[in-house]
């Protein structure tokens, strides 16, 4: 079964500092038909303007990462962590028993554009974590890229729970596979250009979830970037 969720249909907070986007019900925005899928929360779009930023605040029991599209995202938490967060690096955090973090936007000049990613963990009250690395364009660019996982493998950042996150840069006729286990659904997020997904035609902003279906092929991308969640 293949369900689209148009882009244009997400939630919508304009701050002045922050623009948002939402995929999910959150804060102000409240979808009785959109809270989450299996385990994937939030997805937020962010456009934070120079200066802008999310003052000290707290998460528990949630698995959190950003993904930065263009700009410099500062991050500062109470595990000690402060890094600034660019195109091709990301972030998690496992928030367990409670963690206090703040993102800023420090250029004078130029936004920072990211997406803010919640996932529930596979069980509550674990000891915090972060963890972040580099994931080229190149290793994305016409393959799947694993970012995500349970167990970190192929270099990719471990999470507390059963997903397997792929990015990609699509273009062309190239076509991709991914075969889903048994009992295994899926959830994509195209984040800009245009892709056909599973015979579904997606632009930027669009997600496809997919369930009780074996496979998840990814073709005829134009400027395309996306992320693949493999999820239980």
Do not use: C
Request: charged letters at 25%; glycine letters at 12%; proline letters at 4%.
């Amino acid at each position: 079964m293949l369900t689209l969720r148009p882009g244009s249909e997400r939630g919508h907070a304009d701050h002045g500092w922050l623009e948002s986007y939402h995929s999910f019900s959150f804060a102000g925005y409240v979808d009785p038909d959109h809270v989450h899928f299996g385990p994937l929360r939030v997805i937020n779009e962010d456009r934070v303007a120079p200066g802008g930023g999310f003052g000290q605040h707290g998460h528990r029991d949630m698995e959190i990462f950003s993904y930065v599209l263009s700009g410099e995202l500062a991050h500062r938490d109470t595990l000690g962590n402060g890094s600034s967060i660019g195109p091709g690096r990301v972030q998690l955090m496992t928030t367990g028993t409670g963690v206090e973090h703040s993102e800023f936007n420090h250029s004078a000049h130029e936004p920072v554009h990211f997406l803010q990613i919640w996932l529930f963990p596979r069980e509550t009250g674990l000891t915090p974590r972060y963890s972040e690395a580099d994931f080229s364009a190149d290793s994305k660019r016409d393959q799947l890229r694993l970012i995500i996982s349970p167990d970190g493998r192929d270099g990719s950042l471990r999470t507390e729970q059963d997903a397997f996150i792929y990015a990609t840069l699509l273009e062309g006729e190239t076509t991709l596979t991914h075969t889903l286990a048994l009992g295994r659904r899926a959830y994509v997020h195209l984040i800009r250009g245009t892709l056909e997904i599973n015979g579904q035609l997606l632009e930027g902003g669009d997600a496809l979830m997919l369930e009780e279906e074996a496979r998840i092929e990814l073709t005829r991308g134009r400027d395309a970037e996306a992320l693949v969640f493999d999820l239980p």
